[in-house]
């Protein structure tokens, strides 16, 4: 988290000059120069990281020049909108990708399994908002289906977080920019579930169970299946966060009103306390997301504890 603070902040004067948004051209250099050091933007480098650093231990990632609101509390109100496309996304690729790469690796030569590889070939090629663009024309545009923009009626959960999975518009919002964003990662799950399964029937503790006479679908799903998820989590891990940062581009197609949407605004006023808050929230949850993996591994590999060290 430190290095991410430190290159998020070392960045921000590459940006531009967040005095040209904020006060526009009619202002005279002389009270250009007078704001600069109000801020502290004339301030050397080290000293300016100083401040913030010493500040955002405490939770103050700065004052967002545009919304004259803490950065931090800006994009916490945005961080809900982001999550339900994540959470959608992950869930899509749950459901697909462990079905679908099963099967691909029982049944390697039938005409299914070379449709769901040409599919993921296909997935990875073509870049997500493509993907999205095209899901708008087809089931927004052409056949009415689904609604091409926004998050929709919104309940509330949990105090001021609110939620469209609750009811049925927000729902039928939800579908295309869930799709779209799991369209970039289905494809390499079902790769990887495919290929790790495939690894795992060749093993001789499959072999055994076959001989023993076991289900096939015990075999498959609980046998192999299991043995296959490390990878499966550590990829997960890493993608889940790397979700995050796509929603830039799923968020702006859809104008969806999340982190990612918030993230660009940012940038085009040059509103750089929110945009090193938003880098290192970002870098949080990539954080917080591998160290969760770390945490699953000893559930569903009980080794992976006796190799840490427990007696």
């Given at each position: 988290?430190?290095?991410?603070?430190?290159?998020?902040?070392?960045?921000?004067?590459?940006?531009?000059?967040?005095?040209?948004?904020?006060?526009?051209?009619?202002?005279?250099?002389?009270?250009?120069?007078?704001?600069?050091?109000?801020?502290?933007?004339?301030?050397?480098?080290l000293?300016?990281?100083?401040?913030f650093?010493?500040?955002?231990?405490?939770?103050?990632?700065?004052q967002s020049?545009f919304?004259?609101?803490p950065?931090?509390?800006?994009?916490?109100?945005?961080l809900?909108?982001?999550?339900?496309?994540?959470?959608?996304?992950t869930?899509?690729?749950?459901?697909?990708?462990?079905?679908?790469?099963?099967?691909?690796?029982?049944?390697?030569?039938?005409?299914?399994?070379?449709?769901?590889?040409?599919?993921s070939?296909?997935?990875?090629s073509?870049?997500?908002?493509?993907?999205?663009i095209?899901?708008?024309y087809?089931?927004?545009?052409?056949?009415?289906?689904l609604?091409?923009?926004?998050?929709?009626?919104?309940?509330?959960?949990?105090?001021?977080?609110?939620?469209g999975?609750?009811t049925k518009?927000?729902?039928?919002?939800?579908?295309?920019?869930?799709?779209?964003?799991?369209?970039?990662?289905?494809?390499?799950f079902?790769r990887?579930?495919?290929?790790?399964?495939?690894?795992?029937?060749?093993?001789?503790y499959?072999?055994?169970a076959?001989?023993?006479?076991?289900?096939?679908?015990?075999?498959?799903?609980?046998?192999?299946?299991?043995?296959?998820?490390?990878?499966?989590?550590t990829?997960?891990?890493?993608?889940i966060?790397?979700?995050?940062?796509?929603?830039?581009?799923?968020?702006?197609?859809?104008?969806?009103?999340?982190?990612?949407?918030?993230?660009?605004?940012?940038?085009?006023?040059?509103?750089?306390?929110?945009?090193?808050?938003?880098?290192?929230?970002?870098?949080?949850?990539?954080?917080?997301?591998?160290?969760?993996?770390?945490?699953?591994?000893?559930?569903?590999?009980?080794?992976?504890?006796?190799?840490g060290?427990?007696?």
């Open positions: 988290m430190f290095v991410i603070s430190l290159i998020s902040f070392s960045i921000q004067d590459n940006l531009g000059d967040p005095l040209r948004e904020m006060v526009g051209q009619s202002v005279s250099e002389a009270e250009r120069e007078r704001l600069r050091d109000e801020l502290g933007l004339n301030d050397p480098f000293t300016q990281y100083g401040r650093i010493t500040k955002a231990v405490q939770g103050d990632l700065g020049y919304f004259k609101e950065a931090l509390d800006v994009i916490m109100a945005k809900p909108a982001t999550l339900e496309l994540v959470f959608g996304a869930l899509l690729i749950i459901v697909i990708s462990i079905p679908a790469g099963v099967y691909a690796a029982i049944r390697p030569n039938s005409v299914l399994t070379k449709v769901i590889l040409g599919f070939i296909l997935g990875i073509v870049p997500v908002f493509l993907t999205a095209f899901c708008i087809l089931f927004s545009i052409e056949l009415g289906w609604p091409s923009y926004g998050r929709g009626d919104l309940v509330p959960v949990f105090g001021a977080w609110e939620s999975y609750l518009d927000g729902l039928l919002h939800l579908v295309l920019p869930c799709i779209s964003l799991a369209s970039i990662m289905l494809p390499l079902i990887l579930v495919r290929s790790e399964m495939v690894e795992a029937l060749s093993t001789e499959v072999r055994f076959k001989a023993k006479g076991l289900k096939k679908v015990r075999i498959y799903f609980l046998h192999a299946l299991k043995n296959t998820m490390l990878p499966v989590i990829v997960g891990g890493v993608q966060g790397t979700m995050v940062a796509y929603t830039i581009l799923t968020e702006t197609v859809f104008q969806w009103p999340g982190m990612g949407f918030l993230f660009l605004e940012a940038v085009n006023r040059v509103d750089t306390p929110l945009i090193v808050a938003y880098l290192i929230v970002v870098g949080a949850i990539f954080v917080i997301v591998n160290t969760l993996v770390d945490l699953i591994y000893g559930l569903i590999n009980p080794t992976v504890r006796l190799a060290g427990e007696k």
